[in-house]
Nanobody
């Protein structure tokens, strides 16, 4: 059983940047694809980014590409999400998620992720 704990959220001014962290425990971190999702009040949880087990392959949602970087440190069992040039529409609860994988494909749908953190709130003021 994998436990995920996010941190790094907060209140940020538009144009600023933020780095979210997700610490994993309870599993072999390097065997899990890691992803970030976000959910604003009302809309469904949406895919933001994913990273392969080794960190060599990444995937991004089209609406954040160019402003977000996902990375991981397998020695620290941690995945990161750096968001640049924050916009008010980035305001959401950001969730870290994981699934065990034997392939290099990166899923973008919530149903493929077996483990979820509690989320960290990011609020962007204009």
């Amino acid at each position: 059983q994998v436990q995920l704990v996010e941190s790094g959220g907060g209140l940020v001014q538009a144009g600023g940047s933020l780095r979210l962290s997700c610490a994993a425990s309870g599993g072999t971190f390097s065997t899990y694809v890691m992803g970030w999702f976000r959910q604003a009040p009302g809309p469904a949880r949406e895919f933001v980014a994913a990273i392969s087990k080794s960190g060599g392959t990444t995937a991004y949602a089209d609406n954040v590409k160019g402003r977000i970087t996902i990375s991981r440190d397998n020695a620290k069992n941690t995945v990161y999400l750096r968001i640049y040039n924050l916009k008010p529409e980035d305001t959401a609860v950001y969730y870290c998620a994981a699934y065990y994988s034997t392939s290099t494909y990166l899923f973008r749908t919530t149903g493929n992720y077996a483990y979820w953190g509690q989320g960290t709130q990011v609020t962007v003021s204009s």
